[in-house]
């Protein structure tokens, strides 16, 4: 498990993946980015994977587990909300892909320096 508030979703994870070399696959469309936050994020030119995401756990589990875990984080009014974003392709180049609508892959790496200035 993971907070995602420093670095947003897309640090944390490129870090996970660099840190146990494994090659992570997010999917575009299973991201659950508000419409008011993709509106904001794109008058200002930013990205809204690597935005803070304070409150939010990113839980790697396995496969077969999946499911399982799903049902238990719904089960609590924080994790009504909770999806599967991605998956873990292989274990073996740590790195980090966007697959985007069109079926391409965009290679995701860490934040660097900072969006916002911090506010806590």
């Given at each position: 498990m993971r907070d995602?508030?420093?670095?947003?979703?897309?640090?944390?994870?490129?870090?996970?993946?660099?840190?146990f070399s494994l090659t992570i696959k997010l999917n575009e469309?299973?991201?659950?980015?508000?419409?008011?936050?993709q509106g904001v994020s794109d008058l200002l030119g930013f990205d809204p994977l690597y935005l803070a995401n304070e409150g939010k756990a990113i839980v790697i589990v396995?496969?077969?587990?999946?499911?399982?875990?799903?049902?238990?984080?719904?089960?609590?009014?924080?994790?009504?909300?909770?999806?599967?974003?991605?998956?873990?392709?292989?274990?073996?180049k740590?790195?980090?892909l966007l697959e985007i609508p069109l079926g391409s892959?965009?290679?995701?790496t860490r934040l660097s320096g900072t969006m916002f200035p911090r506010i806590c």
């Amino acid at each position: 498990m993971r907070d995602p508030t420093r670095g947003g979703l897309a640090t944390t994870l490129v870090e996970i993946a660099e840190d146990f070399s494994l090659t992570i696959k997010l999917n575009e469309l299973d991201l659950p980015v508000k419409e008011q936050v993709q509106g904001v994020s794109d008058l200002l030119g930013f990205d809204p994977l690597y935005l803070a995401n304070e409150g939010k756990a990113i839980v790697i589990v396995a496969d077969k587990e999946k499911e399982k875990v799903m049902d238990i984080l719904r089960s609590f009014t924080e994790g009504k909300d909770a999806v599967v974003v991605g998956s873990i392709l292989a274990k073996e180049k740590g790195q980090m892909l966007l697959e985007i609508p069109l079926g391409s892959k965009r290679l995701l790496t860490r934040l660097s320096g900072t969006m916002f200035p911090r506010i806590c």
